[in-house]
């Protein structure tokens, strides 16, 4: 079994039916902009220490401001060098590279690297020459207006650095992502952001927060302010599985969000937010966490087809969500996503109204007011069943092992298809086997003709009321 992880910090957050609580702004929300950013420096790395320098990395060519469905564009046909004499007030985005070395520095893993393994993109206006502020709840003077309605509609080349994009973080409402040629100097992002509030402690007239990853339990119970802000995270190393290549994960009013991922015959996500328990006003907060997840990604991870999982049975019985940091949480909301409509064939998957407990000490006992645990959230397949293959000939002799209460009920069937890639939902079958009595105890060999090494989708299928519904699924190599 595999064991990833993905982390991202969190600029801003997500807010999926929160009350837009204002306390007063932080005294400094101030950043570099982007000639600062490509501007050589002793004490920071910034793009012009990375191999190829400015010219290489990643640049907005398009950047639009939409308010009430009217967009105003502001840029429209962006290159590598930065802009100049930005007037204050106007709309820009600033692209920094994370644990970049600087001058001086030798590579070394988990020092720093001659190419970023993360970059941040940070959406913010012009405050003076050199710096950009991103939090937008202060009614700064804006060229264009700016509320918690107002979507950022940007498109990122990636330049040199598109071809190991994996996974992205956005602390922001995503209403649309897409990415094209990933894994190409040629490689695109496409996505349109709102902002939202986002929490910040200020202690000793600095900011502090809780940034460790994975998350853990945090001693700042309670924000003194907010921020509304809207900010992502593109990851471009190797913590995640080809599979989730080009999927964005999500969380809200929280410092930190994290993902790991173990995959195997019971794959399993783990979702984890780190987070103020008590609000600024001091109501009790609640977060939520996303993930816009494709087609392909489901189909990889779950074995199960695009036709499958988009019906109420795989929605509602196959994925199992477990919590024992002592929080609570709504129910899991799954809203379709279109390639037209949202930029994505898939889904934007919710676990929304989530809030906080204390931390427990080491004593095992939950300390009131010293720390917050962090929201875990282990989601797996509820009814994952055992899968084998080995190959006999030209064909894959697949066992399935799996105990289903439907199967005792109706009759079922096993389906196997192949998957074309782990970064397409393209799957085509090979082969369906009815099962030839009624059992809990499913023990079901199946032959299908495939090349060597093809991936598998290994799906059964219970019969009721005359439609074929789902009831368990894994993936397996031919």
């Known amino acids: 079994m595999k064991r990833f992880l993905v982390t991202a910090a969190i600029l801003g957050s997500f807010v999926v039916s929160t009350p837009m609580v204002h306390a007063a702004s932080p005294p400094d929300t101030g950043m570099p902009d982007q000639s600062q950013l490509d501007t050589p420096s002793s004490q920071n790395a910034t793009w012009a220490n990375m191999t190829g320098g400015v010219a290489a990395r990643p640049y907005v060519t398009a950047l639009s401001v939409i308010n009430g469905g009217v967009s105003t564009p502001v840029i429209t046909a962006g290159t590598a060098t930065a802009e100049t004499n930005v007037p204050a007030g106007r709309i820009a985005v600033a692209i920094s590279p994370s644990n970049l070395c600087r001058d001086g520095q030798t590579p070394a893993q988990g020092q720093c690297y001659a190419t970023p393994n993360r970059i941040g993109i940070t959406v913010g206006y012009q405050k003076q020459p050199g710096q950009l502020g991103y939090d937008f709840s202060g009614n700064p003077t804006l060229l264009t207006p700016v509320t918690a309605d107002t979507e950022f509609d940007i498109t990122l080349n990636l330049n040199t650095l598109g071809k190991t994009l994996r996974w992205s973080w956005a602390s922001a409402i995503p209403t649309y992502w897409n990415t094209s040629d990933l894994g190409t100097d040629t490689a695109t992002v496409h996505v349109r952001l709102k902002p939202t509030l986002t929490p910040v402690v200020m202690e000793g007239g600095r900011q502090v927060g809780c940034s460790q990853v994975p998350v853990g339990a945090c001693q700042y119970t309670q924000n003194t302010h907010e921020t509304l802000s809207a900010s992502m995270t593109l990851s471009l190393d190797d913590t995640l599985d080809p599979m989730f290549t080009g999927a964005l994960f999500s969380s809200t009013r929280s410092y930190m969000g994290s993902l790991a991922v173990s995959s195997g015959a019971s794959p399993q996500l783990t ?199 789902y009831a368990s699924s894994s993936v397996a190599k031919a």
Do not use: H
């Open 271 to 469: 979702y984890g937010v780190s987070a103020p328990k008590t609000w600024s006003d001091g109501s009790a907060n609640t977060a939520s966490v996303s993930a816009v997840m494709s087609d392909a990604a489901l189909l990889n991870f779950y074995g199960a087809t695009a036709d499958v999982v988009a019906t109420t049975e795989f929605q509602t019985t196959a994925l199992n969500l477990t919590r024992s940091d002592g929080g609570s949480q709504g129910a899991v909301t799954w809203t379709r996503w279109t390639l037209d409509a949202q930029g994505t064939d898939g889904w934007l998957i919710t676990i929304p109204e989530i809030t906080f407990a204390d931390a427990v000490g080491t004593s095992g006992v939950r300390s009131f007011g010293s720390s917050v645990a962090p929201a875990q959230f282990k989601v797996s397949a509820k009814n994952a069943p055992k899968v084998t293959s080995r190959r006999v000939g030209a064909k894959s002799l697949i066992t399935m092992k799996v105990s289903s209460s439907a199967c005792a009920k109706y009759t079922c069937r096993v389906v196997v298809s192949s998957i074309s890639s782990k970064v397409t939902s393209k799957s085509k079958k090979l082969t369906t086997m009815g099962l030839t009595r009624k059992s809990k105890s499913v023990n079901a060999v199946v032959s299908a003709k495939s090349a060597s090494g093809q991936r598998l989708s290994v799906m059964l299928q219970a019969k009721k009321a005359g439609k074929w519904v």
